[in-house]
């Protein structure tokens, strides 16, 4: 330990060994290291039954690694003067983009050895460019590693080449992209209710990979005084806590998922397995205390030693829980006794009974990854009405009501009866559509997230550590919100992109993969908020749109959207045929009475929550008018108090004189 202390280097040597060991270990004892075949079978031989699981514990310790030195650069290290990276900073991104590089390279010899796996040939007999391209473009298990390494190979572009602290927020972005596709392969997808498994495994991958990053990169990259490590430690404090609480409710929920019974934990080695993360991740737990209560306190009194020696032991343990991960990977899981239909291969879940009132209301099917983000969102919100409160100033309870509302609107759409019927029914997918792009956002941008947070968020007291309010400004202020947030743009994203979905097959993707799905409903969100942002928004936006444009627009995308309802009521094709005719259903409509109905629910409702935008839009106008009107009333009584003419008044006075002389000149 005085060595590591002395020799920081050491760190990462020390922390691979670990991770190795650990896992190599485990993987003999649960079963997922080399085994005798029997006689007949297949056999990729022992290099692949080794060097599949040492590729996928380089992925993960690249991950690791890059995410926790890239978020070290953007939220943990100080800027120069001029608000650039400082020398630090740009150290550990240089140090990212190389981790990010050795990332790639691990995940291009897991997609190799994975096909090999598959075959369960020796890699001689396997392996070739054109094999190996197919398998990564058309097999389901082969994109995912081939997008994880491509976005890898991406991150290290970006951050060998940026120099600013935009750069560094890209490439962390980036890589927190290339954690997500390996999540929907393996136990997870496989697993009959694969909605949970893999909302679940998403919400402790990415938390756990943040946590032990940012970890990482604090023990191993700091340099210079205590000052700036004490505030880069403080800054930690509360998003390693945030990660904790995700990882410990996110394993729970993956370990009920996986296992047919509590049985299982010490009957099964996948179960002990899981037991053994169970205690290393409570022992992270513990040293992070230790962090907060020690460590902490030491940086303030000028004292490095006690938080390097809690930072060490805590990123062993994180190695050591890198190692059961890709032991628990290569372990099989218990398996129930209860066989599959075709409706539940495809859904996930049995099929529903026929469509009614009761069964919507009481058939729900948790979303835990959206339930999550929809929670924290309105928690956030409210945390940000009490600071207010605190300290005297006010804020309009409707608003308040408006943003918990869209939050319930999204979980009710996503997570209730209506997303157990959402992939049965084309018609209960429209309804989803409606409510999670029209219904939700409108209800969001009324209440003013972002004025609330500007108001809220404490500024910056230290220039070269800029905070959340500064992050904030600088979006709100940056190129692409800028071109976002322009009318054409926004309508065009808003408006556009249905057409796109419904009638080419995407939409046939968004019901037969869960991270389709996942993409659609942010899709969803996200352009339905920037749009009634840019038409209804009380928010400051990159730019002021006249009421006569808004009304405009809303105009144009009511008409579109009607006639995207007709488009559906009157085509005489199927949309994704393939899916019902596997699907069967066997109560309700035909799918083509199915998507007809659906094309009236868009051409209908569509229609109210178009009459309430208009309203509260009509309403603004108005109110704008009467703001200005005030104004102009004010500069008029200054301008007389002080004994001269308004300037707004004589420049009216002066036009109306031009017209009069112009006219007198084309009389004459």
């Known amino acids: ?369 959206i339930i999550t983000v929809a929670l924290v969102a309105a928690g956030l919100y409210v945390a940000g009405v009490w600071r207010l409160w605190r300290r005297g100033d006010a804020w309009p309870p409707a608003r308040t009501a408006l943003w918990l509302a869209g939050c319930a609107v999204i979980i009710i759409a996503t997570s209730s009866g209506l997303a157990r019927y959402g992939p049965v029914l084309f018609a209960v997918h429209m309804v989803q559509h409606l409510l999670l792009m029209m219904v939700a956002p409108i209800l969001l941008v009324l209440a003013g997230p972002i004025t609330l947070a500007l108001r809220a968020l404490r500024p910056s007291t230290a220039p070269r550590w800029p905070g959340p309010r500064e992050w904030l400004q600088a979006a709100l202020h940056s190129r692409v919100t800028r071109a976002l947030t322009h009318p054409v743009v926004a309508l065009a994203l808003y408006v556009a992109s249905l057409y796109v979905l419904y009638f080419t097959g995407l939409y046939e993707l968004a019901v037969r993969s869960h991270a389709a799905h996942l993409a659609m409903v942010a899709h969803f969100l996200g352009v339905g908020y920037l749009f009634f942002w840019a038409v209804i928004g009380i928010d400051p936006a990159p730019r002021r749109v006249p009421h006569p444009l808004k009304m405009i627009l809303v105009l144009i995308s009511m008409v579109l959207h009607a006639f995207l309802g007709v488009a559906l009521m009157q085509s005489s094709t199927v949309l994704a045929a393939d899916w019902w005719t596997a699907l069967a259903r066997p109560w309700g409509p035909t799918p083509l009475e199915d998507q007809r109905a659906a094309g009236g629910i868009a051409w209908s409702f569509g229609e109210l929550p178009t009459v309430i935008v208009m309203g509260a839009l009509l309403y603004q106008w108005i109110q704008a008018d009467q703001r200005e009107a005030r104004r102009r009333d004010r500069a008029a009584d200054r301008a007389e108090a002080e004994g001269r003419e308004d300037a707004e008044l004589a420049a009216y006075n002066r036009m109306l004189a031009e017209l009069a002389e112009r006219d007198r000149q084309v009389r004459g």
């Not at 190795?20 to 004892?29: D, I, Q, Y």
């Not at 599949?52 to 800027?79: F, K």
């Open 1 to 369: 330990m005085v060595t590591l202390l002395r020799r920081p280097v050491l760190v990462p040597a020390a922390t691979v060994l670990v991770a190795t060991g650990v896992g190599a270990a485990l993987l003999w004892w649960g079963g997922g290291s080399v085994q005798p075949t029997p006689p007949g079978l297949p056999d990729p031989g022992p290099t692949t039954t080794w060097l599949l699981p040492a590729a996928r514990l380089g992925m993960q310790i690249g991950a690791v690694t890059t995410v926790g030195l890239l978020l070290a650069v953007a939220i943990l290290s100080p800027r120069d003067d001029g608000g650039r990276l400082s020398v630090l900073g740009y150290r550990r991104l240089r140090a990212a983009a190389l981790t990010a590089a050795l990332w790639s390279v691990a995940a291009a010899v897991a997609l190799c050895y994975t096909l090999v796996d598959l075959f369960g040939l020796p890699a001689a007999q396997v392996l070739s460019v054109r094999a190996v391209l197919n398998f990564a473009l058309t097999v389901p298990l082969g994109q995912a590693l081939a997008l994880s390494g491509a976005l890898t190979l991406v991150t290290a572009v970006i951050a060998a080449r940026s120099l600013r602290p935009a750069g560094a927020v890209v490439a962390l972005l980036t890589a927190l992209a290339a954690l997500v596709p390996p999540v929907f392969t393996g136990h997870a997808a496989s697993a009959s209710n694969h909605q949970l498994a893999v909302s679940g495994l998403l919400l402790h991958v990415v938390p756990v990979t943040v946590w032990a990053g940012g970890l990482f990169a604090l023990a191993v990259t700091a340099r210079g005084g205590t000052a700036d490590l004490t505030v880069a430690v403080r800054r930690f404090a509360p998003l390693a806590l945030a990660c904790l609480v995700a990882v410990g409710a996110s394993g729970l929920l993956s370990a009920g998922v996986r296992l047919t019974g509590p049985a299982d934990l010490t009957g099964t080695r996948y179960g002990q397995l899981l037991l053994v993360k169970t205690a290393v991740l409570v022992a992270i737990g513990v040293t992070g205390l230790l962090h907060r209560r020690r460590a902490i306190p030491a940086l303030t009194a000028g004292r490095r030693g006690p938080f390097l020696r809690v930072a060490v032991v805590e990123t062993l343990l994180f190695a050591a829980a890198v190692g059961t991960a890709v032991a628990l990977s290569r372990t099989p899981a218990p398996v129930g006794g209860v066989e599959e239909d075709p409706a539940t291969a495809l859904l996930g879940f049995p099929m529903p009974p026929a469509l009614s009132v009761e069964t919507v209301a009481r058939l729900w099917l948790p979303e835990p990854l």
